[in-house]
């Protein structure tokens, strides 16, 4: 092995290990490093104590869209896009950065994390095929998360028009 080749091969170690500390399923690990299944299987156990799960990843868009996920995926995506624009990270550096953020700033509030960093991803790679984008609200003018087909010139946000069964789970906004 080259010197380069282990400065390379440790930096995807220490990739795969933030990423399993933030929570990371196996899938985004294998998407996001270049090393063996095995090894990051037994990366995955030894970080976190116990086996990955074996479901399927969520493939659908429609978590994204209900009341509470959209404005938690929404200030995620917002500082996503902000360190895109302001630093020279990778994507998945910049997905990182943006999801620890994200959740400090949420739990900063009290509220808990509902994005969790494999659904940050996939918000990622939804909008980079187009399947959703940022609108901006014509209430408030913030920017949030929506349908790229649904895209209409009145969108109202989940914050300006809460569902009637909002009450308790009002706090939510308090994110923003
Ligand atoms: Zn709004």
Redesign the pocket.
């Known amino acids: 092995m080259t010197a380069r080749s282990l400065v390379q091969d440790n930096k995807q170690i220490q990739r795969a290990i933030a990423l399993i500390n933030l929570g990371a399923r196996l899938q985004v690990l294998q998407s996001e490093t270049d090393l063996p299944y095995e090894r990051l299987l037994k990366l995955y156990k030894e970080v976190t104590g116990r086996s990955p799960s074996k479901g399927q990843l969520p493939f659908s868009t429609d978590w994204f869209m209900s009341w509470q996920p959209n404005i938690h995926s929404s200030l995620f995506f917002n500082i996503y896009q902000y360190l895109n624009k302001t630093s020279d990270l990778d994507t998945i550096e910049a997905v990182m950065q943006a999801y620890q953020l994200y959740a400090s700033e949420v739990r900063s509030h009290g509220v808990e994390a509902l994005l969790s960093v494999t659904r940050a991803w996939r918000l990622v790679k939804f909008v980079d095929s187009s399947m959703l984008c940022l609108t901006t ?1 014509t ?2 003018k ?1 920017q949030f998360i929506n349908h790229t087909f649904e895209l209409t010139g009145d969108y ?2 989940g ?2 028009n809460p569902p009637a069964r909002a009450g308790k789970a009002r706090r939510a906004g308090a994110i923003h």
């Open positions: 609200c209430r408030c913030g109202v946000c914050l300006c």
